[in-house]
């Protein structure tokens, strides 16, 4: 199969969710920025910046969590030449790598017309593209994983936005002790202790990465794919 028709034919198989998800994200963050009650472009610029780093993120999770499961006979993937583990992590790249393109598309946006300067912990233009990136790659790795343990696309989602929902109402007790505040997915708009901001993203990145590993691993043990088979 030539590489365009693969990664057309992977996009296809990651669904609707991982192609309409990031860009309704951003739609939804605009809106919301738009019928603003409160007046101030700093709380606009917020809002806007927002929708990359919580709305964005939670779409790709989500679309991540439902990789796993997908496959109507997934017993004729296990027998295929290419190891179906490398199927779903194809799918989670074209998730992952639209995702991508939506939100850097959508930060040039901001950046040309300078709502990104008008909130003052932006980070910059480069490194603050982490804004988006670390808790992209964070929630994408737990839906992954939780994906590939649960076997139940319903179960991942519900842990990737459960564990969102809780960060957005409880985000003072996660800033109270430092694994929290490390493993928090909205230091740029809802704060962090000052100087945790560039530890907290890398540490995301590096969660993010473990996860989508064990996701691998998990997914290398072909009987647990296979309905009616002890794991």
């Known amino acids: ?3 365009l028709i693969l990664w057309r ?3 296809r198989r990651a669904g609707w969710a991982a192609l309409l998800g990031p860009p309704i994200a951003v739609a939804l ?7 603003n009650p409160l007046p101030g472009e700093t709380t606009t610029a917020r809002i806007l910046l927002g929708a990359l780093e919580m709305a964005v ?7 991540c969590a439902s990789l796993v499961g997908q496959d109507p006979a997934v017993e004729l993937q296990l027998t295929a030449p290419t190891p179906y583990r490398v199927t779903l992590l194809r799918r989670a790249g074209v998730t992952l790598g639209w995702t991508a393109a939506v939100a850097a598309l959508t930060a040039v946006g901001l950046i040309a017309t300078g709502w990104w300067a ?3 912990a932006n980070h910059g233009v480069l490194v603050g593209q982490l804004t988006w990136v670390a808790p992209t790659v964070g929630l994408s790795g737990l839906g992954f994983a939780a994906g590939a343990v649960f076997r139940s696309p319903a179960a991942a989602g519900a842990l990737v936005t459960t564990l969102w929902a809780i960060q957005q109402f409880f985000a ?3 800033q109270q ?3 929290g505040r490390l493993l928090y997915l909205f230091a740029t708009t809802r704060g962090t202790v000052p100087g945790d901001w560039t530890a907290n993203r890398l540490t995301l990145l590096g969660v993010g990465a473990a996860l989508i590993a064990l996701a691998m691993v998990v997914l290398g043990r072909s009987e647990r794919l ?4 002890d794991a």
């Open 1 to 3: 199969m030539r590489p």
């Open 9 to 11: 034919h992977e996009a």
């Open 29 to 35: 963050g605009v809106a919301a920025a738009l019928a």
């Open 57 to 63: 993120p939670l779409a790709a999770g989500v679309a």
């Open 118 to 120: 008008r909130w003052p």
């Open 172 to 174: 003072d007790a996660a």
């Open 177 to 179: 002790h430092l694994p």
């Open 226 to 229: 296979i309905d009616g088979e």
